[in-house]
């Protein structure tokens, strides 16, 4: 037997040395937030080029925010509100409703465009919340006034709940701050806030309704959110004031993407002209 062949030689050794090894590259996020045409471009390559389906990011987007509802109503018993609007921030509330009535939760699906046409994506996951068995209400129906007093508690568990629980999925990234928002929403972000100030906790999908994702601009009827959950990274609207006033805790859950999705489709970063320092 060769000195080489032996399982007491050495295998690495100056005679015998490893072989090399390709160098490690960490996966580096370099963008921090997305602007609303960078969140259209990266939704679009998932679909098309990567072949993650919209639907699926909804999946995944609606399973984040039912989890974030639990961690938050702490009890089973917490009624939850989910306030779905007509587009993909509609659809993660119907997907969120439809999961946390499968665990057994209260849950109450407020619509906040009744008679409007929906996009085919969201209503498909409309109808299946609907054949869940999750009751769907005008959002005009809402009224926080006649909440009892007291908290929910699990029969078994000693930790008390929230009153409830109120999940933003009115608008998300498409609110623009040069169009305030209707009458109509308005009378149902103020009812969201009257519920808030009542003692009820407030998720946002993406970003609060009535912050405007590009500027961080606010509008007077704009939601304040305990908690915001923006997929893939932060939308810059809630990392500028006001709207980070308006955001609470943002948290970015993942959605089946990798965290340097944005940087692979949309590339590196512009930088910044640097202004000229004046000759002396």
């Known amino acids: 037997m060769r000195k080489n062949e032996s399982p007491f030689w050495p295998q690495k050794s100056i005679l015998n040395p490893a072989p090399p090894k390709e160098p490690y590259e960490p996966v580096r996020r ?6 609303r ?20 990011l909804m999946e995944h987007a609606g399973l984040a925010v039912a989890n974030a509802c639990v961690s938050m109503a702490k009890a089973s018993t917490t009624p939850i509100h989910v306030f779905a609007g007509k587009g993909k921030n509609g ?5 969120a409703a439809r999961i946390l009535k499968s665990w057994g939760y209260k849950v109450t699906i407020w619509d906040c465009f ?50 409830c629980v109120l999940v933003d999925g009115i608008i998300g990234t498409g609110f623009e701050a040069s169009r305030p928002l209707p009458p109509n929403l ?24 009535g912050v405007d994702c590009d500027t961080g601009e606010v509008d007077p ?8 959950l923006s997929f893939l990274l932060p939308k810059k609207g809630i990392t500028v004031m006001p709207g980070k006033a308006k955001a609470g805790t943002v948290r970015v859950p993942t959605i089946g993407l990798p965290i340097n999705f944005a940087d692979l489709v949309l590339g590196p970063v512009p930088e910044e002209p640097q202004a000229e320092e004046p000759a002396e």
């Open 221 to 228: 009827g704009a939601i304040s959110a305990d908690l915001t």
């Open 114 to 163: 009744p008679g409007d046409t929906h996009s085919p994506i969201v209503q498909n996951n409309r109808e299946a919340a609907e054949k869940f068995g999750v009751p769907i209400r005008p959002a005009s129906e809402f009224d926080p006034s006649i909440w009892q007093a007291g908290i929910s508690r699990m029969i078994h568990e000693e930790e008390p709940g929230m009153p």
């Open 186 to 209: 308005l009378e149902i972000t103020s009812k969201i806030e009257e519920g808030h100030v009542r003692g009820a906790r407030v998720i946002a999908i993406d970003i609060p309704t």
């Open 37 to 56: 045409d960078e969140q259209k471009l990266v939704d679009r390559a998932a679909a098309k080029d990567y072949q993650v389906a919209i639907p699926i």
């Open 30 to 35: 370099v963008r921090m937030t997305l602007t």
């Open 91 to 95: 659809g993660d509330s119907y997907v």
